[in-house]
């Protein structure tokens, strides 16, 4: 079998150990003879996979006992709902930075719930950089400042996160666990699993405990978050092998050395690509502006349509994978999350060097 | 690998077959390179897992072409919600027949929307029997008609739909799949996926697609079926694992022959365990009222707490998974999904017969 050099958007990249143990016990599940996915929710041997996972994540990302570790569903989307409908209460306002389609979106649906408004935005430029934060600008009765730390499709990333006078809430889909950040800064982090945690299906956040007392009453009772904390999220039945994967990739994780390793290695990573890029010549041309850069999803064009086109279509025949733009951009993608191995990355700037001489 | 006899009540038994197959393609998805956890939801080769799903459910439930198929998150406790938000709408009355602890849950969300009826129930005699047809008592200006197939906890089933003069709509999370029945008499069927369908983690609904012009503007986007309507299902990343296996399991039930095939196989396994209940002198005591059993979940009491846990002690002994009742009713519950094979249930059945013997 030869592994794709997968740079995939999301679903994307699973490390290869992880795959290998779930391949192997898929039939049999530590003995039980069942499949993970055939454990009840509330067996034994399912407490200790859902535990481990929280546990985990704790562990690895510092997470203070302030802060509680809840496992949901519907992706970062439902989020974006969720968010207002718990926290946009008692007529105050939803403050947004606009750094990509995805802040959009959350401040597409937070309009649905109550007041809002656009604290920063780099919307001008195409979303090519993040606001710096002395340019962020808070509404009066703030009930919260909405950020996306990454923009999956734009390429940029948040370094330093703002100091905000009011609760800091976080989409950090396409970046949690990539880099070491401080939990005590947020309320509230969310984040769909399927680019640094694991596959498509389960919903993480981190939750400061004490935002659970501000929740209105008679909210539904999945779109309370009061309802995960309270249930350990197990209220009804969790996306149990989501969670099982989550837990496998958190171990491994742990196995590399942690976040810190994963983060040097992440910077390695998207340096060979971002090298590739600045030293062509201007042949790729980056999206996002240099302060702004993610190590996550890596954003140039090409000098045109047509040799944009032989790019991916050459790629394609080396094995390359998900290095198509998204349409907000053009040009190509990839996304280097904490699965894609320096090996592939290698390759891809390797290729990206070779190109304009054969093809260009 | 010696199988558990898995009765569990869901997450529950799968079909071997399809697990032995996921494991086998589980690190490289027909030649990609990749498991299909890995996939992009938005390539090709997703996109046939997608449809292939959504193409063999239509076929072996005969879903007409009135009605759309669409995957959700968030399982039946998600529905409870969006059931009302999207069709309790101009002051109209949702309607619900209590036939247990999950139809009361469905209500309990409805009456944080609108207006409430109970139209009939069992719960006076501890949901020991379904409702017949002619008790049904509709309100007036009535939403819809909301029901409970079949009742996991009490271990009742619907036999016969009724013909209401309103919209008809049922939560079949444990019994879809698993006998013949008419999609065209309901406007609306949703189940949570860990049942009879795959692992848990994906919610199915099939939905007459003229209600969904009935759906007030302004809904958050995640809880508005038409999101998932006009967009294949595909409006943000779904659980593209949990569909996969969803398309396993269809692939499989098609092998067998179909639903009628499976629903005569459901009707001998729980047949030989009903025999074990009715042969045993009143050791064993049936929950559900004869013309309301249940041919998924099998619930029967024992003389006393203590030879009950002796019963589940042994049972666990002999490699029986699952058989604790739910703590409403006590003594014990044989969960017998399509998954589990005949086998189990005879082996099951033996045991019942035996343990009065040398243990009662």
Redesign the interface.
Known sequence: ????Y?F???????P?AV??R??QE???FRG????V?????R?KEYDEVHNRAKQLLKELMNIPDTHDVLFL??????Q??MVP?NFLTDGRVGNYVLTGAWSE?AL??AK?VGETHIAASSKEENYAYIPANESIQLSEEAAYLHITSNNTIFGTQWNEFPDADTDLIADMSSDILSREIDVAKFALIYA?A?KNLG????TVAIIRTDLLERIPE??????DYRTYSTSNSL????????IY?LSLVLEWVKEQGGVGVIEKRNQEKAGVIYAAIDESDGFYAPHAKKDSRSLMNITFTLPNEEVTKRFLAEAKER?F??LAGHRSVGGCRASVYNAVPLEACEALAQFMKEFPKYFG
Chains 1, 2 share one sequence.
């Not at 569903?73 to 439902?78: C, E, H, T, V, Y």
């Not at 596959?199 to 389960?202: D, E, K, N, Y």
């Open positions: 079998m030869k592994r794709a997968n995939n958007a999301g679903p994307s990249a699973l290869l795959l290998q779930a391949q898929l039939l049999d039980t003879g069942m499949s996915m055939e454990l009840s929710h067996s569903q519907g992706g970062a989307s439902l974006f709902s409908m979106k597409k649906e649905k769909g399927q596959p498509s299906g389960v008679n909210l539904p009772t999945m779109l209220y009804n039945t969790p996306p149990t092998f989501a994967m094995g994978v998900g």
